[in-house]
T-cell receptor, first 111, second 113 residues
Framework: AQSVTQLDSHVSVSEGTPVLLRCNYS??????LFWYVQHPNKGLQLLLK??????LVKGINGFEAEFKKSETSFHLTKPSAHMSDAAEYFC?????????FGSGTRLLVRP | DAGVIQSPRHEVTEMGQEVTLRCKPI?????LFWYRQTMMRGLELLIY????????DSGMPEDRFSAKMPNASFSTLKIQPSEPRDSAVYFC???????????FGSGTRLTVV
């Protein structure tokens, strides 16, 4: 069955340090994968999408993710965290028309 | 473009009452989705419309839930009668066949007391 697993429920970083949010997927075919961000009491905003065109995907706000088939991973990174990055991040698998959401990773950014 | 518009933003109702949530998708998007977000179950797909036709309603919890899409610019999700366990954030999303990604509305936070 297709699924995504977010390996950390919470990640805490200091402002200005790198961010790594981990996601593994399970799929019998080449997947479409997304990262969405949800700020407190807000909707879901698309950060980036992998569609097999390139393994390194650049998104908004300085985020990027690398698709690694050998590791079945799609980790989200950012070189330098900003206070405004504090939010919940979802790794998402597209199965046909359905979006299958991971359980989310809450990112805390310390001053 | 104003994006996907949902109303109301917040709804508090008493158990047993009827609740109607509304969604206006992005113009030209031919697919519409209703999702529910809870602490226990995360984000779940409730129903999917394509060209105003319900394609997959397998996620609708039970007969108390119903959804309609009378035209390309409007959809409703109705709960009758409502129960406290229906308390959640309900999101609407739309998608164009050529779109980069799904666009979500800001959600409706429903509280049933």
């Amino acid at each position: 069955a297709q699924s995504v697993t977010q390996l950390d429920s919470h990640v805490s970083v200091s402002e200005g340090t790198p961010v790594l949010l981990r996601c593994n997927y399970s799929s019998s075919y080449s997947p479409s994968l997304f990262w969405y961000v949800q700020h407190p009491n807000k909707g879901l905003q698309l950060l980036l999408k992998y569609t097999s065109a390139a393994t390194l995907v650049k998104g908004i706000n300085g985020f990027e993710a690398e698709f690694k088939k050998s590791e079945t991973s799609f980790h989200l990174t950012k070189p330098s965290a900003h206070m405004s990055d504090a939010a919940e991040y979802f790794c998402v698998f597209q199965s046909s028309y359905k979006l299958i959401f991971g359980s989310g990773t809450r990112l805390l950014v310390r001053p | 473009d104003a994006g996907v518009i949902q109303s109301p933003r917040h709804e508090v109702t008493e158990m047993g009452q009827e609740v109607t949530l509304r969604c206006k998708p992005i113009s030209g998007h031919n697919s519409l989705f209703w999702y529910r977000q809870t602490m226990m179950r995360g984000l779940e797909l409730l129903i999917y419309f394509n060209n105003n036709v319900p394609i997959d309603d397998s996620g609708m919890p039970e007969d108390r839930f119903s959804a309609k899409m009378p035209n390309a610019s409007f959809s409703t999700l109705k709960i009758q009668p409502s129960e406290p366990r229906d308390s959640a954030v309900y999101f609407c999303a739309s998608l164009d066949s050529t779109e980069y990604g799904y666009t979500f509305g800001s959600g409706t936070r429903l509280t049933v007391v």
